[in-house]
């Protein structure tokens, strides 16, 4: 079954430093996300991206962030400057959403994000 | 916030039917009702969506109330794999999903 795959699983930083999640979403899907689950938390929605361009980000989703599919396969989340409350799981889906009709998310197994 | 209301625990006996409720009465007539579940330390998993019908996959089945305001999620022979967080989620015309806490789901030997 195909996945969406994500780079690395674990990352460390220092408080400060730009950091970039990587995810490679599934091929013929045309829709891509990011969301993030802090430790002992509800899964939060932070971006959405079609065509080429944000189509729909949440209130955490600041000028720190930005998204980014640079090469037609890769799907990439940078922050620029991070804080510690940036800690969390961030995790990629993509989505198929041909012609309006709705299918289901596929997740990726997530980076963890540790910010020192 | 999540606009769905679902029991914070259930427990259910290994290759027993369960059915996990949820309600959500602010629904219009355009909104989707999506299931995820997420097992531990990982992402979410797709489980099944619909709109009016009620609707069958290879995971589980999702039935529908008429007025829409109440669905029930049914795995019909419960693993101890299948324990996770259930979540259930309204969305309308935008593609986000709002995720709530979920009923974690335990499976008992």
């Known amino acids: 079954e195909p996945e969406v795959t994500q780079t690395p699983s674990h990352q460390v930083t220092q408080m400060g430093q730009e950091v970039i999640l990587r995810c490679v979403p599934i091929?013929?899907?045309?829709?891509f996300y990011w969301y993030r689950q802090i430790l002992g938390q509800k899964v939060e929605f932070l971006v959405s991206?079609?065509?080429?361009?944000?189509?729909?980000k949440s209130e955490i989703f600041d000028d720190q962030f930005s998204v980014e599919r640079p090469d037609g396969s890769n799907f990439t989340l940078k922050i620029r400057s991070t804080k510690l409350e940036d800690s969390a799981m961030y995790f990629c889906?993509?989505?198929?959403?041909?012609?309006?009709?709705?299918?289901?998310?596929?997740f990726g197994s997530g980076t963890r994000l540790t910010v020192v | 916030d999540a606009k769905t209301t679902q029991p914070n625990s259930m427990e259910s006996n290994e290759e027993e039917p369960v059915h996990l409720p949820c309600n959500h009465s602010?629904?219009?007539?355009?909104?989707?009702i999506h299931w995820y579940r997420q097992l531990p330390s990982q992402g979410p998993e797709y489980v099944i969506h619909?709109?009016?019908s009620n609707v069958n996959n290879r995971m589980a089945s999702l039935a529908i109330a008429e007025d829409r305001k109440s669905s029930t999620l049914i795995l019909h022979r419960a693993t101890l794999r299948d324990a996770a967080v259930y979540y259930c989620?309204?969305?309308?015309?935008?593609?986000?999903?709002?995720f709530g806490s979920g009923t974690q789901l335990t499976v008992l030997p």
């Open positions: 889906a993509s989505t198929r959403d041909d012609r309006g009709e709705f299918y289901g998310y596929t």
């Open positions: 602010t629904i219009s007539g355009t909104d989707y």
């Open positions: 991206f079609y065509n080429n361009e944000i189509s729909e």
């Open positions: 091929s013929n899907h045309l829709y």
């Open positions: 619909g709109l009016t």
């Open positions: 989620i309204q969305s309308g015309s935008a593609r986000q999903l709002t």
